[in-house]
């Protein structure tokens, strides 16, 4: 249903996202998991086409999206990381509003509003301003315009950032229950959240796409093991960052002066094809390697030391 296909944003020279590519089957919910500054938002701009990739495409329902596309943009309701609503409107004016963009036909508006006021249960609330609402009911509101013109895809960024535990737990329900007509792709940097309320996540940091799955294909494939530890005679950080699909994922220096490097390797990258290409690498830098082995690491700490960001460089 969404086809990311190798997009690609800069700002200036920082490279936000670095030929991110994904696919969102039909009636799934995926999230869309990394730390803070991973590229999250700037991807998800790009699907939902408020922003144009520099290089690459994304589809959605087979149709290329971008800025211009308006057929395209009404087939997702987008709700963003900022609180998108328009504090001097009334909730009921508001959602209105959305609905009279997306091309809501006149007629049928009225109906679409209560309707999604009802299912984001904001009913209550609908003669509100939304300047005046807590910050659970605004994300509630927020949802309930980005559902109005019933998107077939729902696009969520951080939807429960900042909102207390009994919040959160509700918003949940309510995400499961859209996803029983739309499909969702839900941003977020908490595991947990994600392990809640998604059936496949794509994980992302710096950028990059480092796995893809189902929950259950992540955690067989953290089991297999896609990360390399090398250890060798000196910091090897710039002879391995020249591998394609290798990343340094942790280097530390031991107690005699080798350096222990833990590599992260992207889905696509074949354990055995860069162990090669690391002892190659090395030997072209004249480091002596002294170990060169696959690891088996959890699944959770592999989310954890993304989500951590921690001993991420050298
Ligand atoms: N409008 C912008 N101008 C310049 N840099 C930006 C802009 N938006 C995002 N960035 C940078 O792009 C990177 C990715 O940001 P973002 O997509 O917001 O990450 P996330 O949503 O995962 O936290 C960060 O380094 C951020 O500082
Ligand atoms: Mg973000």
Same mark, same amino acid.
């Given at each position: 249903?969404?086809?990311?296909?190798?997009?690609?944003?800069?700002?200036?020279? %920082?490279?936000? /996202?670095?030929? $991110?590519?994904?696919? $969102?089957?039909?009636?799934?919910? @995926?999230?869309?998991?990394?730390?803070?500054?991973?590229?999250?938002?700037?991807?998800?701009?790009?699907? %939902?086409?408020?922003?144009?990739?520099?290089?690459?495409?994304?589809? /959605?329902?087979?149709?290329?999206? !971008?800025?211009?596309?308006?057929?395209?943009?009404?087939? %997702?309701?987008?709700?963003? !990381?900022?609180?998108?609503?328009?504090p001097d409107l009334t909730v009921e004016e508001f959602v209105r509003f959305r609905a009279e963009l997306w091309g809501v036909p006149r007629a049928a508006r009225g109906a679409a509003v209560d309707r999604a006021l009802s299912r984001c249960n904001v009913s209550d609330v609908r003669r509100r301003l939304c300047g005046q609402l807590s910050k659970g009911y605004r994300q509630r509101v927020g949802m309930a315009a980005a559902i %109005?013109?019933?998107?077939?895809?729902?696009? *969520?960024? !951080?939807?429960?950032?900042? *909102? &207390?535990?009994?919040? /959160?737990? &509700?918003?949940?329900?309510?995400?499961?229950?859209?996803a029983e007509e739309s499909t969702v792709l839900l941003s977020s940097h908490v595991l947990a959240e994600v392990e809640a309320s998604c059936d496949r996540a794509v994980l992302i940091d710096r950028g990059r796409v480092v796995a893809d799955g189902s929950m259950a294909d992540l955690r067989a494939r953290g089991?297999?093991?896609?990360? /390399?530890?090398?250890? @060798?005679?000196?910091?090897a950080a710039a002879?391995?960052?020249?591998? &394609?699909?290798?990343?340094?994922?942790?280097?530390?220096?031991?107690?005699?002066?080798? @350096?222990?490097? !833990?590599?992260?390797?992207?889905p696509s990258v074949d354990a055995d094809r860069a162990c090669e290409a690391v002892a190659r690498a090395l030997g072209a830098a004249g480091i002596s390697l002294r170990r060169l082995e696959r690891t088996e690491p959890a699944l959770e700490s592999v989310f954890h030391r993304l989500i951590a960001g921690a001993g991420a460089r050298p």
């Amino acid at each position: 249903m969404i086809e990311a296909h190798a997009i690609v944003k800069r700002f200036g020279r %920082v490279l936000a /996202v670095d030929r $991110v590519s994904f696919t $969102v089957p039909a009636r799934s919910v @995926c999230g869309f998991l990394g730390p803070n500054g991973a590229g999250k938002s700037t991807s998800i701009r790009m699907v %939902v086409g408020a922003m144009a990739p520099d290089e690459g495409e994304v589809l /959605v329902g087979g149709r290329r999206m !971008e800025p211009g596309a308006e057929a395209v943009r009404r087939a %997702v309701g987008y709700l963003p !990381e900022e609180s998108p609503v328009t504090p001097d409107l009334t909730v009921e004016e508001f959602v209105r509003f959305r609905a009279e963009l997306w091309g809501v036909p006149r007629a049928a508006r009225g109906a679409a509003v209560d309707r999604a006021l009802s299912r984001c249960n904001v009913s209550d609330v609908r003669r509100r301003l939304c300047g005046q609402l807590s910050k659970g009911y605004r994300q509630r509101v927020g949802m309930a315009a980005a559902i %109005v013109h019933a998107p077939a895809v729902l696009v *969520l960024d !951080e939807p429960t950032s900042g *909102l &207390d535990p009994a919040q /959160v737990r &509700d918003f949940r329900a309510l995400v499961r229950s859209l996803a029983e007509e739309s499909t969702v792709l839900l941003s977020s940097h908490v595991l947990a959240e994600v392990e809640a309320s998604c059936d496949r996540a794509v994980l992302i940091d710096r950028g990059r796409v480092v796995a893809d799955g189902s929950m259950a294909d992540l955690r067989a494939r953290g089991a297999s093991g896609a990360v /390399v530890v090398v250890e @060798c005679a000196r910091d090897a950080a710039a002879a391995l960052a020249s591998i &394609d699909g290798v990343r340094v994922a942790a280097a530390s220096a031991g107690a005699d002066g080798w @350096c222990v490097h !833990e590599l992260a390797l992207e889905p696509s990258v074949d354990a055995d094809r860069a162990c090669e290409a690391v002892a190659r690498a090395l030997g072209a830098a004249g480091i002596s390697l002294r170990r060169l082995e696959r690891t088996e690491p959890a699944l959770e700490s592999v989310f954890h030391r993304l989500i951590a960001g921690a001993g991420a460089r050298p």
